[in-house]
């Protein structure tokens, strides 16, 4: 099976330019999730979304972070205007939420989009 | 979702069991115990959940003790390529899944 897809693998962008990240979640599954990972802060939680509907957008840094959902196998995360302090690895996660507690809901991510704003 | 203590780091020789403790002392009842890890440059992998139950995979076995407030990952042959950040989590299995990440166990394992 295919895991969570996402894309640019790496991406090195100027200050000031839009970036859009892609990911496509493991099919079957209904909740989407971006992190982002620094060597300062570790792993952050930005947004996820179940049943294409944003949960929790708590994490999203400020406004010019947005993501969307606009259906079950595709989402962005998007960054207008990036600043260099938004460089860091962004992961895409999916996981099928069960009515079963027993299954857990297992959490799968993707190789993540390394992004590099100069 | 309760808080979990890692040791920051351990070493381990190539071949033996690695033993890797978590404390989650105010872990609630219908709270799952998680273990990740994330290979340098990867993102990271499942390994292994459990409720009060101990459970064992392909890839480890995880202790939890009776009264839920510590449990163990178990890597029963180490290789090198176990090296990675081990990371124990807990939260409701209902919670709309989101997981929240600590510091980890940074593991190497030496030939």
């Known amino acids: 099976d295919a895991g969570v897809i996402q894309s640019p693998r790496h991406e090195v962008t100027e200050m000031g330019q839009e970036v859009t990240l892609r990911c496509k979640p493991i099919s079957g599954h209904n909740s989407l999730f971006w992190y982002r990972q620094t060597m300062m802060r570790g792993l952050e939680l930005l947004i996820y979304?179940?049943?294409?509907?944003?949960?929790?957008d708590s994490g999203m840094p400020e406004d010019r972070f947005s993501a969307k959902m606009p259906n079950a196998s595709f989402s962005t995360l998007k960054i207008q205007p990036s600043e260099p302090r938004d460089s860091a690895v962004y992961f895409c996660a999916s996981s099928r939420r069960s009515l079963h507690l027993n299954s857990g809901n297992t959490i799968y991510f993707g190789e993540g989009s390394w992004l590099t704003v100069v | 979702d309760a808080k979990t203590t890692q040791p920051p780091s351990m070493d381990c020789a190539e071949g033996r069991a690695a033993n890797l403790p978590c404390n989650h002392s105010?872990?609630?009842?219908?709270?799952?115990v998680y273990w990740y890890r994330q290979i340098h440059s990867q993102g990271p992998q499942y390994i292994i959940h459990?409720?009060?139950n101990n459970e064992t995979n392909e890839m480890a076995s995880l202790i939890i003790t009776e009264d839920r407030k510590s449990s163990t990952l178990i890597l029963p042959h180490a290789t090198l390529r176990d090296t990675a950040v081990y990371y124990c989590i807990v939260r409701v299995a209902d919670s709309w899944g989101k997981l929240q990440f600590g510091a980890g166990t940074q593991v190497v394992v030496t030939p």
């Open positions: 459990g409720l009060k």
């Open positions: 105010t872990i609630s009842g219908n709270e799952y």
């Open positions: 979304f179940n049943n294409n509907v944003p949960i929790d």
